[in-house]
């Protein structure tokens, strides 16, 4: 019974920050990847970043220089910091985590990012 729960989402203005919180049950060391991803009103849900358990990182091109993938793992928790923000990225941000064959879901996060 996995569970990933995002927080940390809110209203901001362009240029603020925000840093979302993806909690797991267990270690996060035990899932292949775990990322997060988001979707737009009318859009398709699309990789944000993500973390493979041996470290490696991947940012979307609209969000690198501006967003930071990390991961604690005393925590259980991994982190989405995301500077700079535009309205283009109001979206529900969702974390994700793949273990072997299974991919799970947290409940999503509402972030708006007023002009």
């Known amino acids: 019974q996995v569970q990933l729960v995002e927080s940390g989402g809110g209203l901001v203005q362009a240029g603020g920050s925000l840093r979302l919180s993806c909690a797991a049950s267990?270690?996060?060391?035990?899932?292949?990847?775990m990322g997060w991803y988001r979707q737009a009103p009318g859009k398709q849900r699309d990789l944000v970043a993500r973390?493979?358990?041996?470290?490696?990182?991947d940012y979307a091109d609209d969000v690198k220089g501006r967003f930071t993938i990390s991961r604690d793992n005393a925590k259980n928790t991994v982190y989405l910091q995301m500077n700079s923000l535009k309205p283009d990225d109001t979206a529900v941000y969702y974390c994700r985590a793949i273990r072997g064959l299974s991919v799970y879901w947290g409940q999503g996060t509402q972030v708006t990012v007023s002009s």
């Open positions: 973390i493979t358990s041996g470290g490696f990182i």
């Open positions: 267990g270690s996060v060391l035990s899932f292949n990847h």
